[in-house]
DNA sequence: CCAATTCCTGACCGTATGGTCAAGAAGAGA
DNA sequence: TCTCTTCTTGACCATACGGTCAGGAATTGG
């Protein structure tokens, strides 16, 4: 019964339109992979015509350009946590934790994301070489920065980044195999901050960062 | 210039054909997904008749269903280094290396499971619900013996093995990705060497292994 | 040597898909 | 109110795809 009594602008058609496409363009990319996706069933999820579809978005790639371009700025923003943190007990700590609630809140994107990887690319590579190489470099030198000063083990900084990333990603890319092996449950609440605690310990204490930081962390 | 002289018989030429097709699928599929992947491309790369393949495999799915279960048995054969071994040093490092050694030989295999796992498993939930459910309880089993045995921190087994799971799989099948950070470069011997070490330190370092067994590790 | 069986493949078919279009409905702006 | 622009959508089209099949070639087994 949403109450729908003044009818919209032109403008907040569009906006609600576009956001319903996308949303439903991200799940069933998710589910199906671009090859399997068909338009008429973004179109029956959406609850609109495949031909409107089409008004918005002129092709099934613009469309999916769009889906995966936005599921790489959530990936940016968490990334933020890193910057401002004083060590790594605190830094990857809260990023860890900011990519687990990533997982966990928009598994659909991360399968997008991971998909075009898999498939070396064909729409996000000219960002993967330039804004995700200058991300990374930047974080390499942060972390670099910590093993410099003491705080933590002389680990490559590359391999710590992509068992970060795999790490957390798996819990949404690999989400069914894991509730197939949690007795085809979700996990709880409890479950994932029991995920989010073990995967911090290991990494944490894995790096040798000191044991009353990590005690700080609760 | 084969020597192809003695003509093939039958028995060989549907095994080697079978074995062709295969491996080309594989390939084809790692690529661009099932929905993606054409029989007609995959009788492209195997260099025969796209009729030729519907006479070896009835159907698109009875021929990726193969190439899944192929994967899987690479995947269980791999695990069996868990079950000699006298510690977590051991082998969790045997186990992580040999996983990392799939990754870089057979990164096409281990894309099309991931694939397969993040469409929720449309064609091997049974192995997932049987096989993988007795094997992961199993290495479940030998982890908590260790954690008995205070040879290990009292990690959660299961978020230790996906950590393991996800970490060694990211060199396959975000290898993409990792080139692209790698100046384009595939990753060498020495930084595949590199990787392995870095690996195995930080998580049997993180699960509390006792430094004088990571040093025999080399 | 002669069936019987297995293998091979070009041509073909029905269907589903991405995409188009024309004609109308609905706000926007004056 | 009247025009202009934006939005909507059923019907349509060309293509590409998975799959079939008939008929010939090759190997097998007796």
Chains 1, 2 share one sequence.
Do not use: C
């Amino acid at each position: 019964m949403a109450s729908n009594l003044r009818p919209l602008s032109k403008k907040e058609i569009r906006r609600e339109n576009e956001r319903t496409i996308l949303a439903a363009a991200e799940k069933v990319f998710a589910e199906a992979g671009f090859g399997g996706a068909t338009m008429q069933l973004i179109a029956d999820v959406a609850g609109l015509p495949k031909a409107n579809l089409h008004y918005y978005f002129p092709t099934k790639e613009a469309l999916y350009r769009e889906v995966v371009q936005s599921i790489f700025q959530v990936w940016l923003q968490a990334a933020n946590t890193f910057e401002s943190a004083e060590g790594p007990a605190e830094g990857l700590g809260a990023y860890i934790d900011a990519k687990m609630e990533i997982s966990r809140r928009h598994p659909a994107g991360s399968k997008v994301w991971a998909s075009e990887v898999m498939h070396r690319a064909p729409v996000i590579q000219d960002y993967l070489e330039t804004t995700l190489v200058e991300w990374t470099n930047g974080r390499i030198d942060v972390i670099q920065g910590w093993i410099d000063d003491g705080r933590m083990d002389p680990i490559d900084p590359r391999h710590l980044l992509y068992m970060l990333w795999a790490t957390t990603q798996h819990y949404a890319d690999f989400g069914h195999q894991i509730e197939t092996l949690n007795n085809g449950a979700p996990l709880s609440d409890a479950q994932w901050a029991e995920a989010k605690r073990s995967v911090k310990m290991i990494i944490l204490k894995g790096i040798g960062v000191p044991q009353h930081e990590l005690d700080a962390l609760k």
